[in-house]
């Protein structure tokens, strides 16, 4: 296996990546909002801005932070900083700093307010359509309306998204889905690919290239969220069963309806559920994924998470857990800037989770130790985004950090 590759994030020097390709580069669906032209060009103009952002403006808190804060910090301290919350606490006094800060808070408030006025103006129709699409679909869908979401979910709007994943509206609610996917595109500047599926389709090209000829016939997604990951791990393996499992009925019913507007999901079935204490009826799983979930959760809850696929696991099979990189090892300035996210847009176990020990955990979970390693996943070549190919980019170059799990055919501990 490969092993974690050296931060190859953006650089000053860097030639800057192509404009955002447009939000009409978006794959349409039927289950997906209507956006009238001002919608769309409001999108447009925050992931050009989100783009001035981080190919322009980013480089110059990089020069900042080594031309002015580093030096003012190690004349006050007489050393340099200890840690990236010692360094942050003198970054945050930059005014380039702030302004980049400030601008990025910014753009995430706007996508999550155009994309919210974009579905309530329509939200009786989407949640009709979704039921219509859902119906003789042969997708499936299990809600649990008795189910307490775990507080992580609901104490803090996660990313600034009103309501978080969980909150119902209406009666067949869909918002937290139907915003989420429409304003991704904004965040990632359409970096995610016509259908918001790269981590998935990095994960498929990690399963052919270190399980060649491999066929799952069971596979478990913990935290689904729209599904669009789901679909192509579906799609991959069309003779699998697959149940996906999310806390969010609003995020539930828009993946159910997404996977029957646009086909080939009728395997699927999405299951309202807590990836943290899970009971289904399926046999165990050949394959167990969580892509992008863990940093939305606690430390005690990743480590439930983790049990959860060690349970879920058949003998033979493999948990695959993909998220953004540890920072061990990174600049602190580095540290800081992914930081943002913990501090700034309301992911609160961002920063701890990136401290964490991911195989400690996994081991503890019940893996054995010789049967955990880190490794990296990759978006297929000419599949990354024009401008970061091959680069790990914050999540959204096509490149991530993923620890694996695997239970052997026959137990050695
Ligand atoms: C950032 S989204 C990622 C969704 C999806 N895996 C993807 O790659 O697009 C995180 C999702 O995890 C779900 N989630 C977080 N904690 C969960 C838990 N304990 N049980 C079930 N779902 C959970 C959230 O509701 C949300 O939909």
Known sequence: MSAVRKDQATSATAAPAPLPRPWQSIQPHAAMPELSHDERVRFNVVAAMNHFLAQRLLPRVREAAARDVEPALEARLGRPAADRHEYRRELEKNLTWRLWSRLRRSTMELRQQAGRLTV???????????????????????????????????????????????????????????????????????????????????????????????????????????????LVLAQAFPDAEVVAVDAGAPMLRYAAARTAALGGGEHIRFVQADAERLALDEAPFDLVLSLMVLHETSRPAL???????????????????????????????????????????????????????????????????????????????????????????????????????????????
């Not at 998220?323 to 800081?336: A, H």
């Not at 992911?347 to 081991?363: G, I, P």
């Not at 024009?386 to 026959?410: C, F, H, I, L, M």
Request: glycine share 10%; aromatic share 8%.
């Open 120 to 230: 309530l103006r329509q939200l009786p129709e989407l949640v009709s359509t979704s039921r219509d699409l859902l119906k003789d679909s042969g997708v499936s869908l299990t809600l649990d309306p008795a189910m307490t979401p775990p507080r992580y979910l609901t104490s803090l709007p996660s990313h600034l998204m009103p309501g978080g994943y969980v909150t119902d509206l209406v009666d067949g609610d869909v918002t937290a889905g139907a915003s989420y996917e429409i304003g991704l595109y904004a965040t990632l500047g359409g970096q995610s690919g016509p259908a918001s599926d790269r981590a998935g389709r990095a994960t498929v090209a990690w399963l052919r290239e270190h399980r060649p000829d491999w066929r799952p016939r069971r596979i478990l997604d913990l935290g689904c969220g729209i599904g669009a990951n789901t």
């Open 303 to 413: 480590q439930h998470i983790f049990a959860t696929s060690f349970q879920q696991l058949a003998p033979g099979g493999l948990a695959f857990h993909l998220e953004q990189p540890p920072y061990r090892d990174k600049p602190l300035i580095e540290q800081c800037l992914r930081d943002w996210d913990g501090r700034y847009n309301n992911e609160s176990f961002w920063s701890s989770l990136h401290d964490t020990d991911l195989v400690a955990c996994m081991r503890e979970a019940g893996f054995a130790a010789q049967h955990v390693h880190e490794t990296t996943a990759n978006a297929a070549i000419g599949d990354a985004a024009p401008g970061v190919q091959g680069q790990e980019d914050y999540g959204r170059g096509g490149a991530w950090y993923v620890v694996v799990g695997e239970k052997p055919a026959v137990q050695t501990n």
